[in-house]
């Protein structure tokens, strides 16, 4: 069974400053996809950047980017620029690749990080 | 992007009673949701995978015959928690995707249960 996991359960980042969050995934799979998802206090679940395995170049979306280490199985988000409404919980997340092998199944999502923007 | 919708999005019940909570895919047709229960500060557990027209995938440790779920059309899932506890008292947050080749999974709102 895949597990990941999120050692920092809570960090905080100056407004304009850069924070990097942690996650370590473990998978016997070559195939899969890794997300990174904020959660505001509205729960409501908003997608911030994924990952394909097969891609070695790391995804970037404006201030959010990522540091894949595939032989590490390490996933972690930089948040550049930091901005309040960055404030929110990030869940790291794998999907497995389904049998079709174009997309993924089921999530399993890390145990949260807890992100605070000072002013 | 696409929208999906939970309803309600807060329900309060007496122990014992059944209820249901509603998740639709509003502009695109989900071959597959997927519905996850959340305690406070706390991680998503994937509870069950739902197809559309066929039984759904219950992970391990879930009682499919408490947890309910019914996928009868390709826009709508429901979960029904039977005989409620206050230990079912949860967030309830659903997810959907169109179908294979399609890498995005929408989420919900997410529902608020609390059983008295």
């Known amino acids: 069974a895949q597990t990941v996991t999120q050692s920092q359960p809570e960090m905080s980042v100056q407004e304009a400053e850069t924070v990097t969050l942690s996650c370590t995934y473990d998978t016997s799979e070559s195939d899969y996809y890794l997300f990174w998802y904020k959660q505001p206090p509205s729960r409501q679940m908003i997608l911030v950047i994924r990952q394909e395995a097969y891609k070695q170049q790391n995804a970037t979306e404006n201030r959010f980017s990522v540091n894949f280490q595939k032989a590490a199985k390490s996933f972690s988000l930089k948040i550049s620029d930091s901005q309040l409404g960055d404030a929110a919980m990030y869940f790291c997340?794998?999907?497995?690749?389904?049998?079709?092998?174009?997309?993924?199944?089921?999530?399993?999502f890390g145990q949260g990080t807890i992100l605070t923007v000072h002013p | 992007g696409a929208v999906v919708s939970q309803h309600p999005s807060r329900v309060i019940c007496k122990s014992g009673t059944s209820v249901k909570i509603e998740c639709r895919s509003l502009d695109f047709q989900a071959t597959t949701m997927f519905w996850y229960r959340q305690f406070p500060k706390k991680s998503l557990m994937l509870m069950a995978t739902?197809?559309?027209?066929?039984?759904?995938?219950?992970e391990q440790g879930v009682e499919k015959d408490k947890f309910l779920i019914n996928h009868a059309s390709l826009t709508l899932s429901t979960l029904t928690v039977t005989s409620a506890h206050p230990e079912d008292s949860s967030f309830y947050i659903c997810?959907?995707?169109?179908?294979?080749?399609?890498?995005?999974?929408?989420f919900g709102p997410g529902t608020r249960l609390t059983v008295l």
């Open positions: 997340a794998y999907g497995g690749s389904d049998a079709g092998g174009t997309s993924y199944g089921k999530l399993t």
């Open positions: 997810s959907a995707r169109a179908g294979q080749g399609t890498d995005t999974q929408y």
């Open positions: 739902s197809n559309e027209g066929s039984k759904a995938t219950y």
